[in-house]
């Protein structure tokens, strides 16, 4: 087991009391785990600063820097949860900045850094087809308002849906949007509440409102998905009871999140009576992932406690990049970059590149051409 520090920041955040300095929280574990939660701040004037963020150091022993950069983030979101929980401010996800190895007495150490939008533009993606969009919005406004509302509250929690990272998250918005439906599902489907039999008398009531629109919509209309709509009723109960540890759950919600999002999909071109509703092409969910470029390393000799300059984390410092664009007619961008960092280290540690990484959305296609590596004083 080898000792990391993982070093992730959020912007903004919540305000750190001057008074107090830093925060520094002990975990107390098989593996004990030390987080020293810092201000970031922005000078707005030659004697006044701003805080803008937060910055988390976590201190964490793990098998390699992947594992420890999977943990220190899911900590570090945790406490992020519990800032929301007692301030009420919305918090976004922490973000991976700097992982390198801490492990006293050994000459070899990874590192990885990382740099989110290397090309400093957020390009918008995926082409919309504004004549089904304007048919869509065309047949939504001449619905009944009631029909209208449950719609439109369905297609909002749709949004969320896709616009969450958690999938978890994702999964409760595509259920709540279906059972936002449910009332018109079963109104169009000619369907019931779910009685409840007495098991005396055989007496038969509506106890509560149940969810037989969705089901029956699955089973007759989407007849090839009704054993996938009892696995998603199953995770339902679940997750929204707490009936089985969530991480048990992972991989089933990472399979099925996307499905109830296309029957949520289907039911709302279904309510619109679009044409060929259930023949439409449904497009996979496209994740907000920020381009990002990672560099991957090793740190050759030094000490444990300062392998950066000064007594400072070590760092590869970005020059701005040189980006050659060009733009296709469909307004489709392809770019050919050169990145340049420069090395910031102890004088005594010397480093060796094990690879780079540029990582986007699923749609987004690139690769490293060259490489090329210069000897230069820092």
Same mark, same amino acid.
């Given at each position: 087991m080898r000792k990391y520090v993982v070093i992730l920041s959020m912007k903004p955040a919540v305000r750190l009391d001057p008074k107090s300095g830093n925060i520094t929280l002990n975990f107390r574990e098989k593996k004990p785990k030390q987080v020293i939660i810092s201000k970031i701040e922005q000078k707005v004037s030659q004697s006044s600063k701003i805080q803008v963020g937060l910055l988390f150091r976590v201190f964490i022993f793990a098998e390699?820097?992947?594992?420890?950069?999977?943990?220190?983030?899911?900590?570090?979101?945790?406490?992020?949860?519990?800032?929301?929980l007692i301030t009420g401010v919305g918090l976004s996800i922490p973000r991976e900045e700097l992982i390198?190895?801490?492990?006293?007495?050994?000459?070899?150490?990874?590192?990885?850094?990382?740099?989110?939008?290397?090309?400093?533009?957020?390009?918008?993606?995926?082409?919309?087809?504004?004549?089904?969009?304007?048919?869509?919005?065309?047949?939504?406004?001449?619905?009944?308002?009631?029909?209208?509302k449950r719609i439109g509250r369905a297609v909002r929690w749709y949004r969320m849906g896709v616009m969450t990272s958690d999938k978890f998250d994702r999964f409760n918005c595509f259920w709540i949007g279906l059972e936002a439906l449910n009332p018109l599902l079963q109104e169009e489907l000619t369907v019931k509440d779910d009685p409840v039999k007495c098991p005396k008398c055989g007496h038969k009531w509506v106890a509560t409102p149940t969810v037989s629109g969705i089901r029956t919509f699955v089973q007759r209309k989407l007849p090839n998905e009704e054993k996938i709509y009892r696995r998603i009723h199953k995770l339902r109960i679940n997750v929204m009871h707490s009936k089985h540890d969530l991480m048990k759950l992972t991989s089933e919600v990472k399979e099925l999140a996307p499905k109830t999002g296309e029957i949520l999909f289907r039911a709302v071109c279904f309510l619109l009576r679009a044409k060929e509703w259930n023949a439409l092409i449904y497009k996979n969910i496209l994740e907000r992932v920020p381009t990002r470029l990672?560099?991957? $390393?090793?740190?050759?000799?030094?000490?444990?406690?300062?392998?950066?300059?000064? $007594?400072?984390?070590?760092?590869?410092?970005?020059?701005?990049?040189?980006?050659?664009?060009?733009?296709?007619?469909?307004?489709?961008?392809?770019?050919?970059?050169?990145?340049?960092?420069?090395?910031?280290?102890?004088?005594?540690?010397?480093?060796?590149?094990?690879?780079?990484?540029?990582? $986007?959305?699923?749609?987004?296609?690139?690769?490293?051409?060259?490489?090329?590596?210069?000897?230069?004083?820092?």
């Open positions: 390699n820097a992947e594992e420890a950069r999977v943990e220190a983030k899911s900590l570090v979101d945790a406490i992020a949860s519990f800032m929301t390198y190895e801490i492990t006293p007495n050994v000459q070899e150490r990874e590192i990885v850094q990382v740099f989110y939008n290397p090309l400093a533009l957020n390009i918008s993606r995926r082409m919309s087809d504004h004549q089904l969009l304007i048919h869509v919005m065309d047949h939504s406004f001449k619905l009944k308002p009631e029909y209208f990672e560099l991957h $390393g090793t740190l050759i000799g030094g000490k444990h406690d300062s392998l950066g300059p000064n $007594g400072k984390d070590p760092y590869f410092e970005p020059k701005p990049p040189v980006i050659n664009w060009i733009v296709s007619k469909d307004g489709t961008p392809t770019f050919a970059a050169e990145f340049d960092f420069v090395a910031r280290l102890n004088p005594n540690v010397q480093w060796r590149k094990r690879e780079i990484k540029l990582y $986007g959305d699923e749609e987004t296609k690139a690769s490293i051409k060259t490489e090329v590596r210069k000897r230069r004083k820092s």
